[in-house]
């Protein structure tokens, strides 16, 4: 048990934060368990469940993204909002260049791990869980049609009968709601050659599925099977082709400048009170 714990410790703390899905596909690639469910809820779940409870693994470490609080946002001073918008504050630089970009994702519980790079860009992270229901992907495209701009939508799904038609009926959806848009469709990941090259953990492809029929080869594999730092490398690697270096340096530049204004108005705003 404790030879678990320690590789459990070491593979968490090298790219948390992790999905439990995550952590299992690395565990099940060093060999000291099975790649079966049973050992996906006797091992990984109850251990992980255990090194939370007992302090040894820091909880941040693994990221839920199925769970939500619903909650406004709320202050207890007008000092205090002006300090945490000057900590927060970003500019759009989505607004001055010249594509639109978003990432769609297939697993929730996976959106903690992609939200790193999405939110270091400001790219909208879109999260489907399985079939996205027609209004979703509506209001999305309403919005692609409202921002105007070439629109880049790069796609992330498990590689298994019901995914890979996720991503055919999410492109048809989207050009039928904004006809007058211009939109580039990419599934990301996983394609079948990155099988090969990740060397990924496959499962059978459960029968008689009811989507998918014959665009889908060969064993299923899940995205979270991808290695944490090969999944945020690939999305950073989407959302680099539209970015121009030159001009987000200067919008990066009046972002530091116009935060410098939000630092002074708490005093301003005392000054006026008094």
């Known amino acids: 048990m404790y030879e678990l714990r ?36 006797r091992v990984v779940v109850r251990l992980l469940t ?30 205090e909002a002006l300090e945490a918008t000057r900590l927060h504050y970003r500019r759009d630089y989505w607004r001055e260049l010249d594509d ?25 992270l879109m999260v489907t869980r399985g079939f996205a229901s027609l209004s979703y992907i509506h209001n999305a495209a309403e919005t692609i049609e409202r921002v105007g701009k070439p629109t880049y939508v790069y796609y992330f799904g498990d590689y298994d009968p019901s995914g890979v038609e996720i991503d055919r009926n999410l492109e048809r959806r989207l050009r039928e709601f904004a006809p007058r848009s211009e939109i580039h469709f990419e599934r990301v990941a996983v394609r079948r050659e990155q099988i090969d090259e990740y060397q990924l953990p496959t499962r059978p492809t459960k029968r008689g599925a009811k989507h998918g029929r014959g665009l889908h080869e060969g064993e299923s594999v899940e995205v979270d099977a991808i290695p944490p730092p090969a999944l945020l490398g690939l999305v950073r690697a989407a959302i680099d082709r539209h970015v121009d270096p030159a001009r987000v340096a200067v919008l990066e530049a009046a972002e530091a400048s116009e935060r410098q204004i939000l630092g002074g108005l708490p005093a301003m705003v005392r000054r006026g009170a008094a």
Do not use: C
């Open 50 to 79: 255990k090194m939370g409870l007992e302090s040894e693994l820091p909880w941040s470490w693994i990221t839920d993204g199925t769970r939500w609080m619903h909650k406004s946002v709320r202050y207890g001073s007008v000092e």
């Open 100 to 124: 639109y970009v978003e990432v769609w994702l297939e697993k929730d519980a996976l959106a903690g791990v992609l939200y790193r790079v999405t939110d270091e860009w400001g790219v909208p």
């Open 6 to 41: 320690e590789a459990i410790t070491s593979i968490v703390s090298i790219d948390a934060p992790m999905t439990v899905r995550q952590v299992f596909y690395r565990f099940v690639g060093t060999g000291m368990i099975d790649k079966t469910e049973g050992d996906y809820n």
